[in-house]
């Protein structure tokens, strides 16, 4: 398996195993935005999908500005990804039925049925990701490494870019 292969299946791993995600969109006088987003349970494939309302400022900015990031952590295992890409606003029912899981209904109540619910899809381009070592005596130790050897290197993570 080549390196590039490796490290792309890092990045589904990751992506798979993260437990928070936050969308950053542009507004109209270049402040970026970030807000908490729950990433669709499905395979990826350098898409990520996400439900939102279709007059959400998050839906105007990303058809004002669509480049998008999607960062997106798993803080007990010391694990973050970040995706970049272009985003776009998808009416899919037959997509949103393949996507849909009973924990959305706590924002939208009413199911695939919710007026103004459509899905946002990120088309990702780049992925970057920093996978540190699980044992928090190795952090410790590689962090007084890279501390004492003024070496950020000395840390024990991985951390690389992959083209999606």
């Not at 970030?34 to 058809?63: C, H, N, T």
């Not at 049925?113 to 044992?135: C, M, Q």
């Amino acid at each position: 398996m080549s390196a590039d292969t490796d490290a792309h299946e890092t990045v589904i791993k990751l992506i798979d195993r993260a437990h928070t995600a936050m969308l950053t969109t542009m507004t109209e006088d270049g402040r970026h935005v970030s807000r908490p987003m729950a990433v669709q349970e499905v395979e990826f494939d350098g898409d990520l999908w996400f439900f939102s309302y279709e007059d959400s400022d998050k839906v105007r900015q990303i058809q004002s500005s669509p480049q998008v990031n999607v960062a997106l952590a798993n803080e007990k295992k010391s694990e973050w990804t970040s995706i970049s890409g272009t985003a776009e606003v998808v009416r899919d029912r037959a997509k949103a039925e393949e996507l849909w899981s009973k924990p959305l209904e706590a924002w939208f109540p009413d199911g695939l049925d919710t007026p103004g619910l459509i899905l946002l899809k990120v088309n990702g381009e780049t992925a970057e990701y920093w996978d540190a070592s699980s044992s928090k005596v190795k952090q410790l130790l590689g962090m007084v490494r890279a501390v004492n050897k003024n070496d950020p290197d000395e840390f024990p993570s991985e951390n690389k870019t992959v083209q999606l």
